[in-house]
Antibody, heavy 125, light 107 residues
Framework: EVQVVESGGGLVQPGRSLRLSCTGS????????VSWFRQAPGRGLEWVSF??????????KYAASVEGRFTISRDDSKGIAYLQMSSLQTEDTAVYYC????????????????WGQGTLVTVSS | DIVMTQSPATLSVSPGERATLSCRAS??????LAWYQQIPGQTPRLLIY???TRATGIPARFSGSGSGTEFTLTISSLQSEDFAVYYC?????????FGGGTKVEIK
């Protein structure tokens, strides 16, 4: 079964850092791009970040709201993608989901069928 | 950025009735449009991609239509498990954006 599982969430003070992990199973992790999304309490879905497969250069994309503060990366030998979050703000409080598009890159196919259960990040003093 | 606007915000429907949800893009997204269902407390579920292609395992009562800037998700006969929030998402370019959602509730 194709699965992704997020971990690493928790309570963190404003200005601090946190690293989330997305572990894939049931598929060849390195063949696929990975994306992070988030959902603030009671709010809708927001795209956060994206990384292509290494075949396509491991190219990264970021939402304007996190550009310069968040970094996405991947370790295909472990089947894990990471989201390093720094300078966290209260408005970053959300459930963070990782997901996988159908291929190694988004070329008119950037939709997401495989989602994890999410990990809650709470930024509060 | 492309702004996705969904209407109505809330739709009250009786079981067995038809539900029609709308999604409008601020500029053309061609056919690069997906729909997701999210039951409260659960993870998003892909329903439709490419405007009208049902994802694996999605019942035929879900259908999508439209092109360019105007899109529709239709649920032909609502079942109890369909009461949820529905989101549209474009993937025409970066950044990916979602609509604000339509909550389908029991009338």
């Amino acid at each position: 079964e194709v699965q992704v599982v997020e971990s690493g969430g928790g309570l963190v003070q404003p200005g601090r850092s946190l690293r989330l992990s997305c572990t894939g199973s049931g598929f060849t992790f390195g063949d696929y791009a990975v994306s992070w999304f988030r959902q603030a309490p009671g709010r809708g879905l927001e795209w956060v970040s994206f990384i292509t497969s290494k075949t396509y250069g491991g190219t990264t994309k970021y939402a304007a709201s996190v550009e310069g503060r968040f970094t996405i990366s991947r370790d295909d030998s472990k089947g894990i993608a990471y989201l390093q979050m720094s300078s966290l703000q209260t408005e970053d409080t959300a459930v963070y989901y990782c997901s996988r598009p159908p291929g190694g890159i988004c070329n008119n196919n950037c939709y997401f069928a495989t989602w994890g259960q999410g990990t809650l990040v709470t930024v509060s003093s | 950025d492309i702004v996705m606007t969904q209407s109505p915000a809330t739709l009250s429907v009786s079981p067995g009735e038809r539900a029609t949800l709308s999604c409008r893009a601020s500029q053309s997204v061609s056919s690069n449009l997906a729909w997701y269902q999210q039951i409260p407390g659960q993870t998003p579920r892909l329903l439709i991609y490419g405007v009208s292609t049902r994802a694996t395992g999605i019942p035929a009562r879900f259908s999508g239509s439209g092109s360019g800037t105007e899109f529709t998700l239709t649920i032909s006969s609502l079942q109890s498990e369909d009461f949820a929030v529905y989101y549209c998402q474009h993937y025409n370019n970066w950044p990916l954006t979602f609509g604000g959602g339509t909550k389908v509730e029991i009338k």
